[in-house]
């Protein structure tokens, strides 16, 4: 069972486009992460949403966690090369004590010059 | 700005062989993790540590595996007896409140 279904696996756009990649579940989570890991690196922390209908900007990156707290969306506007990379959301599933984090499968975006 | 931070970057070793991956927490934190990602595929929750002790833990943390805070800073991942299919990229994570936790780099394991 997928707790948390991440989509695409994989976007590859042209320097420019606009994309969004989406992070589903059924379960309801106190927070939602997300983060960008490099290949053979650590996942780096790009925002934490925990307000239903929160959304919050990152320069060109906007993310949104739903109302009902089951999905959340980042958006990037005009992208880069330099946003080239693997994305990941992950979140604390409501009525979780300790903050175990359940990860989706990533989004693996490569942006063309 | 403070970090996590994992030793060692690669370690090889033996099946059956005992291994220690380290982590050293950012220091205010409370909360400490171990994540391991198998090659392609998604990161999975291994084990949570507070008020040094285990809170939680995944059914891959079976008996072969062990994680204590020897010194008060270090907060350490022991497999006793690796298995070819421990191979993988093993991340401690820490954080002060449970919403957000911050990665170390982490450890690079090949059972051979």
């Known amino acids: 069972t997928q707790l948390l279904e991440q989509s695409p696996q994989f976007l590859s756009i042209q320097e420019g486009e606009n994309l969004t990649v989406y992070c589903n579940s059924s379960?309801?989570?106190?927070?939602l992460q997300w983060y960008r890991q490099e290949p053979g690196e650590g996942p780096v922390l790009l925002v934490t949403?925990?307000?239903?209908?929160e959304v919050k900007k990152l320069k060109r990156l906007t993310f949104q966690f739903g109302d009902a707290r089951k999905d959340s969306s980042l958006h990037i506007t005009a992208a880069q090369p330099g946003d080239t990379g693997l994305y990941l959301c992950?979140?604390?599933?409501?009525?979780?004590?300790?903050?175990?984090?359940?990860f989706g499968q990533g989004t693996i975006l490569t942006v063309h010059p | 700005e403070p970090e996590v931070t994992q030793t060692p970057s690669h370690q090889v070793t033996q099946m059956g062989q005992e291994v220690i991956l380290r982590c050293v927490p950012i220091?205010?934190?409370?909360?400490f993790y171990w994540y391991r990602q198998i090659l392609g595929q998604k990161v999975e929750f291994l084990v949570s540590f507070y008020n040094n002790e285990i809170s939680e833990k995944s059914e891959i943390f079976d008996d072969q595996f062990s994680v204590e805070r020897p010194d008060g800073s270090n907060f350490t991942l022991k497999i006793r007896s690796t298995k070819l299919e421990d191979s993988a990229m093993y991340f401690c994570?820490?954080?002060?409140?449970?919403?957000?936790?911050?990665f170390g780099p982490g450890t690079r394991l090949t059972v051979l």
């Open positions: 994570a820490t954080t002060f409140s449970t919403d957000t936790q911050y």
């Open positions: 379960s309801v989570f106190s927070s």
């Open positions: 949403v925990v307000t239903g209908g």
């Open positions: 992950a979140g604390v599933m409501r009525g979780t004590s300790y903050g175990k984090l359940t």
């Open positions: 220091s205010n934190h409370l909360y």
